[in-house]
DNA sequence: ACGCTTAGTCGAAGCGCTTCGAGGGCTAGC
DNA sequence: GCTAGCCCTCGAAGCGCTTCGACTAAGCGT
């Protein structure tokens, strides 16, 4: 392996010279820095990475924890993955990903692998919330909890767009309107997005004066059909659904086209979750984008905030859009 | 931060003792163990992983590189890597995630970031095979070169999927069949899979002296649209076809619908896709199953083995296998 | 001509850990 | 009773890098 002192005697340097043309904290001769240079090309030098965290105790490695929990979809986990790890790329960081859930944080951020970590899949009352305080490492947590402990939070803002679901369809003259929202473990986990979802729903709702009911779905086809079943047994008269729920939604599409209401000439809908989903359906349909790849930027964003600028916490929640895709029109008896 | 020599202390022995309890690289008597053990959990010791690393010349880290490429589905990408984390998690390993695409084989590896790499999405004449060979790190490729020059190789055998597909088709009695299959791009970049797929397809074609058609698709309802006008153009007696794009699948299948070829009714489909894609059709398809967490779990067994035992370089190639779902069946005709 | 600053470089002291060789204290063998 | 051998532990020497303080030479104003 050639180390810094093999650049340094060929270049005919210190190593600490080489050391500081490197990293450019202090000034360097230009005929001397192309010494260097030359002695690193010749040479092939590559910088021990564990060797400069430890002396300089920055590793410029970001801790990614994406809990890869049953009933959240692994697509749309996956695609805050990429998003970070491209923000993060950008920014001169390495990811280090990790699925695992139990000791992981006190192993990966106490043992100084990562300067920072990036937190998802939070729930109301996490608790790696408290571990992380404690830990004081800069974190960004993509999800709300109820008490963010002076820790930076991004995230889609689902109480808006739960609402604006519905006020898109109660605007069109929709007055019985259901939420196919997230399985019921992720409800009872008390996951923050969900929660969050179904209120701002709930509430939308019920100031515009319109019926509504939410159905925790599980993301299958069986969960699907079953539903289904429950929404035209519960509320027959249902003429718009909000769909919260990836997995589920081609199923619930075609469920309901099997029992002869079809979308959107009988049943209006929209659906929460990524664009591509969205385009995936046939047709494609309406839908509140769940931007992750933005998302994950700006967690990267606000975590180099924190790392080079000593930021505070921050709480920075994403404006909700309809996008219009042609699944919602006004009900028949108000067409 | 509180080093080994705060707990050999506390525990009143040598630091190199404190070492060797933690890595049980020699005997420590139950009793200085036990002083050791408490000593670490009353002040909170944790190993400094960069320490670690600089001095024992592993990092326990696995690279992986999934370049994010256009025209390969992300999704799929990612399937792939949770099956990798997992793996490498269960193995003691972390992993750090790496999209870019261009010096980072050398920054990574050459900085001793990681002690060996899964490297994504091979091309056949992949640039970056000669590097990994000269660097001499252990590695898995998850796809199949050309010249895989002493590297493991873990894949779906795509060739053999080609032909598995296609054999199952005319086996039913089919004729005349086409693949629409992955995107110009990849295919131009001589992406490993890809050129294998077809390869197998159409000799099992020949073979069994049924007309084929490839047509690569892009992944989009515009490109599913073209494909479709093209097949029906070229191969306008078409009685199946084999769709290897998840991206364009569901629009393929209603672009025929909306041409009054229905599937299974009029065209047989068998599609090749992760499991979960598959179910996500409606109806569901009968698929080759692209066992992506698998492939990604063997890949890590493969690396370990390499690490730990100095394997030789190995090419294991998955069988594919036809999970049936319902749309395919004998042609009209033949029916 | 004088001290002062600034630019450019060096040497040495760690960062926290692993590992090697050595050595003390025992037991066992004869 | 002495030594061979084993078990357990210690101390010291690094791993490759950063960083601090110090030093030299040159440039500046007065």
Same mark, same amino acid.
Request: net charge negative; hydrophobic share 45%.
């Given at each position: +392996?050639?180390?810094?002192?093999?650049?340094?005697?060929?270049? &005919?340097?210190?190593?600490?010279?080489?050391?500081?043309?490197?990293?450019?904290?202090?000034?360097?001769?230009?005929?001397?820095?192309?010494r260097?240079?030359?002695?690193?090309?010749?040479?092939?030098?590559?910088?021990?990475? $564990?060797?400069?965290?430890?002396?300089?105790? @920055?590793?410029?490695v #970001?801790?990614? +924890?994406?809990?890869?929990?049953? &009933?959240?979809?692994?697509?749309?986990?996956m *695609?805050?993955?990429?998003?970070?790890?491209?923000?993060?790329?950008? $920014?001169?960081?390495?990811?280090?990903?990790?699925?695992?859930?139990? &000791?992981?944080?006190?192993?990966?951020?106490?043992?100084s692998?990562?300067?920072?970590?990036?937190? +998802?899949?939070?729930?109301?009352?996490?608790?790696?919330?408290?571990?992380?305080?404690?830990?004081?490492?800069? /974190?960004?947590? #993509?999800?709300?909890p109820?008490?963010? *402990?002076?820790?930076?939070?991004?995230?889609?803002?689902?109480?808006?767009?739960?609402?604006?679901a519905? @006020?898109?369809?109660?605007?069109?003259?929709? @007055?019985?309107?259901?939420?196919?929202? $997230?399985?019921?473990?992720?409800?009872?986990?008390?996951?923050?997005y969900?929660?969050? +979802?179904?209120? &701002?729903?709930t509430?939308?709702?019920?100031?515009?004066?319109? *019926?509504?009911?939410?159905?925790?779905?599980?993301?299958?086809?069986s969960?699907?059909?079953?539903?289904?079943?429950?929404?035209?047994?519960?509320l027959?008269?249902?003429?718009?659904?909000?769909?919260?729920?990836?997995?589920?939604?081609?199923?619930? #599409? $075609?469920?309901l086209?099997?029992?002869?209401r079809?979308v959107?000439?009988?049943?209006?809908?929209?659906?929460?979750?990524?664009?591509?989903?969205?385009?995936?359906?046939v047709?494609?349909?309406t839908?509140?984008?769940?931007?992750?790849? /933005?998302i994950?930027?700006?967690?990267?964003?606000?975590?180099?905030?924190?790392?080079?600028?000593?930021?505070?916490?921050e709480?920075?929640?994403?404006a909700?859009?309809?996008?219009?895709?042609g699944?919602?029109?006004?009900?028949?008896?108000?067409?």
């Open positions: +392996m050639v180390t810094i002192d093999d650049v340094a005697k060929r270049a &005919g340097v210190a190593p600490s010279t080489v050391s500081y043309a490197l990293s450019g904290k202090r000034p360097i001769s230009g005929e001397t820095r192309e260097i240079e030359k002695a690193i090309a010749d040479l092939g030098y590559r910088q021990h990475a $564990s060797a400069r965290a430890l002396a300089s105790q @920055r590793t410029d #970001i801790g990614l +924890m994406a809990p890869l929990r049953v &009933g959240v979809d692994v697509n749309v986990i *695609q805050f993955v990429a998003g970070v790890v491209a923000g993060a790329n950008a $920014s001169g960081y390495d990811v280090l990903l990790v699925t695992q859930e139990d &000791g992981v944080l006190d192993r990966v951020v106490g043992s692998m990562v300067d920072a970590v990036v937190v +998802m899949d939070v729930e109301a009352a996490d608790p790696r919330i408290p571990q992380l305080s404690a830990l004081g490492r800069p /974190t960004v947590l #993509i999800g709300l109820a008490e963010p *402990q002076g820790l930076s939070c991004i995230d889609l803002d689902f109480a808006r767009a739960g609402a604006l519905a @006020r898109h369809l109660t605007g069109l003259g929709h @007055r019985s309107i259901a939420l196919l929202g $997230s399985p019921a473990e992720v409800m009872e986990r008390h996951t923050s969900a929660e969050r +979802m179904n209120r &701002g729903f509430d939308a709702c019920e100031g515009a004066g319109a *019926q509504h009911l939410v159905i925790p779905t599980n993301p299958s086809v969960g699907a059909e079953e539903a289904v079943e429950r929404l035209l047994a519960e027959p008269d249902v003429t718009a659904l909000v769909v919260h729920n990836e997995v589920a939604l081609p199923h619930v #599409i $075609s469920a086209r099997a029992r002869g079809s959107p000439e009988d049943l209006s809908l929209v659906a929460l979750c990524p664009e591509n989903t969205a385009l995936a359906q047709p494609p349909v839908s509140i984008d769940l931007p992750a790849e /933005t994950g930027r700006a967690a990267i964003d606000m975590l180099t905030a924190i790392i080079d600028e000593g930021a505070p916490g709480v920075r929640l994403i909700p859009q309809v996008v219009e895709r699944t919602t029109r006004a009900p028949r008896s108000a067409g």
